[in-house]
């Protein structure tokens, strides 16, 4: 099954205390990003990746460190984490057209990992 | 970079009435254009997508109308349903381009039974 995989699902930890939120896709996209999502602020790309060792700064980067190492993985990385990054994160792979059916563009999200920093 | 409002962001109608969701984009390259719905705890998925060579597209109870002169996109669902309750977000991206989509703040759509 075409899946994106997120884990933990739900972490919850203190202030400083470097973690890692792992993703994984299974359908060979070269594009993947993260997302926090917050109340009122919809989705903030956080980094995007358009392929192995190239990453880019999204719109909320500080805080955040990624890397892409392999096609299929794209893990978030707090090195020292605050209570201001307490929100829900999603990691999305883009599928682009390979003439087979794959719809071109689109967005596949992973299940989410709902952080808390205390 | 782009740059996609998204209006409004609450929408409370009545089961059986129709809703509006609207959004503009800044890019003129921008050529695609995704709605996805996420409903409360689950992450968002694809509803429906319009590309620039396109100006309406439908399935069966929700459409998507673009046009491109005046860069603005929106979503129209038909006979809401309380199950059609969820957050819907907008956006827009370029493929054959960075294909990093950027997303409007999302409309909090309320169908009362």
């Known amino acids: 099954e075409a899946q994106v995989t997120q884990n933990p699902r739900y972490l919850i930890t203190v202030t400083g205390k470097k973690l890692t939120v792992t993703c994984s896709q299974n359908?060979?996209?070269?594009?993947m990003s993260w997302y926090r999502q917050d109340p009122g602020l919809g989705l903030r790309q956080i980094y995007y990746?358009?392929?192995?060792?190239?990453?880019d700064k999204g719109d909320v980067p500080e805080g955040y460190k990624v890397s892409r190492k392999e096609k299929r993985n794209f893990p978030l990385i707090l090195e020292s984490p605050s209570p201001n990054q307490t929100s829900l994160y999603f990691c999305?792979?883009?599928?682009?057209?390979?003439?087979?059916?794959?719809?071109?563009?689109?967005?596949?999200f992973g299940p989410g990992t709902r952080l808390t920093v205390l | 970079g782009e740059n996609v409002e998204q209006h409004p962001s609450t929408l409370s109608v009545q089961e059986g009435d129709s809703a509006v969701i609207k959004c503009t984009y800044s890019?003129?390259?921008?050529?695609?254009f995704p709605w996805y719905k996420q409903e409360l705890g689950k992450r968002p998925q694809l509803i429906i997508d319009?590309?620039?060579?396109?100006g309406e597209k439908k399935d069966q109870r929700i459409a998507v109308t673009l046009n491109k002169t005046a860069k603005h996109f929106s979503l129209h669902i038909t006979e809401t349903q309380p199950e059609d309750s969820a957050v819907y977000f907008c956006?827009?991206?370029?493929?054959?381009?960075?294909?990093?989509?950027?997303f409007g703040r999302g409309t909090s759509l309320i169908v009362h039974p």
């Open positions: 319009i590309r620039s060579n396109v």
């Open positions: 359908m060979n996209h070269e594009y």
């Open positions: 890019d003129s390259a921008s050529n695609y």
């Open positions: 990746s358009m392929n192995v060792e190239v990453t």
């Open positions: 956006a827009a991206s370029t493929a054959g381009g960075s294909y990093i989509p950027t």
């Open positions: 999305a792979s883009i599928s682009r057209s390979t003439g087979t059916g794959i719809k071109d563009n689109e967005q596949f």
